[in-house]
């Protein structure tokens, strides 16, 4: 049994703020999405598997406009939809996680993230996930994750938040050979990643994420992928492969999820 209080920070601690005090809408983008993801049934789903509170998404996170990619809510929805349903082979049911990983990675994310929660940040910070026992836990989504991030961005985000949510925190940038970005978001290794008392072992939050980017480039359906979104996909992998890990992996990406050895 895991009995560790963990408290893990993607990038840098940030004081939550209210959404009156930051921008949250963004005028480049489409007002309305149509897609299934906006129907109704699939927004009243996803509400209760990602545990959403009405408090944490109004006063301006789209709380009142689930489908206005403008807005926080929206933009989140939209990654959701991205790490369900990008697999040809499509989970079954929330239960399943059979195949490989872009198959079951939405199933990990609704497994592991206790709720999602939408708050201002510090304007640098792109999540934060809180776990541990008694204590309540939570992933924040913060401006950067809305705005500064492409979909496919945001879904990464999401997998390596439920990786946190599963008691593993990083264990990188740290003895003589720290990583190059020197963040302490980094792992020590593509496949060894997590560190804190009662942590599990195994890949980490960045070497999650990078798995499903990965796999997202090699296989992601035609409904949930283009070619700018697989670009997207071996740009954020390539990023974490080269200055997010200690131990440099020695391979990156290509946009079709081929492997490149660099060393
Ligand atoms: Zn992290």
Redesign the pocket.
């Known amino acids: 049994m895991r009995t560790a209080l963990c408290i ?1 920070l ?1 990038f840098t601690f940030g004081t939550a703020l209210e959404a009156a005090e930051c921008d949250t809408t963004r005028t480049t983008e489409p007002a309305v999405q149509i897609g299934f993801w906006c129907t109704q049934p699939w927004v009243d789903f996803y509400w209760d598997a990602y545990d959403f509170d009405k408090g944490d998404w109004d006063d301006g996170f789209g709380w009142h406009a689930a489908c206005d990619l403008r807005k926080p809510l929206a933009r989140t929805f939209q990654a959701i939809q991205l790490v369900n349903y990008a697999s040809p082979n499509e989970a079954t049911n929330t239960g399943d996680f059979s195949g490989n990983f872009l198959r079951w990675a939405g199933n990990y994310t609704i497994r592991e993230i206790d709720e999602l929660d939408a708050r201002c940040g510090n304007g640098s910070s792109r999540a934060y996930t809180k776990w541990g026992p008694i204590i309540d836990n939570y992933t924040n989504l913060y401006i950067p994750f809305f705005y500064n991030e492409n979909v496919v961005e945001r879904a990464g985000t999401l997998v ?2 439920a990786r ?1 949510a599963d008691w593993c925190g ?1 264990n990188g940038n740290d003895g003589s050979n720290k990583c190059s970005a020197r963040s302490n ?1 980094c792992d020590e290794k593509y496949r060894d990643g997590c560190g804190g008392f009662g942590s599990p072992s195994g890949r980490g ?2 070497g999650y994420q990078i798995l499903w980017l990965w796999w997202y480039a090699f296989e992601a359906d035609a409904q949930h992928s283009n070619t700018t979104m697989k670009d997207f996909a071996r740009d954020e992998a390539n990023r974490l492969l080269n200055t997010m890990l200690d131990v440099d992996p020695c391979f990156n990406i290509t946009s079709s999820g081929a492997k490149i050895i660099t060393c």
């Open positions: 893990c993607i390596h938040e946190h990083h978001s939050a960045v």
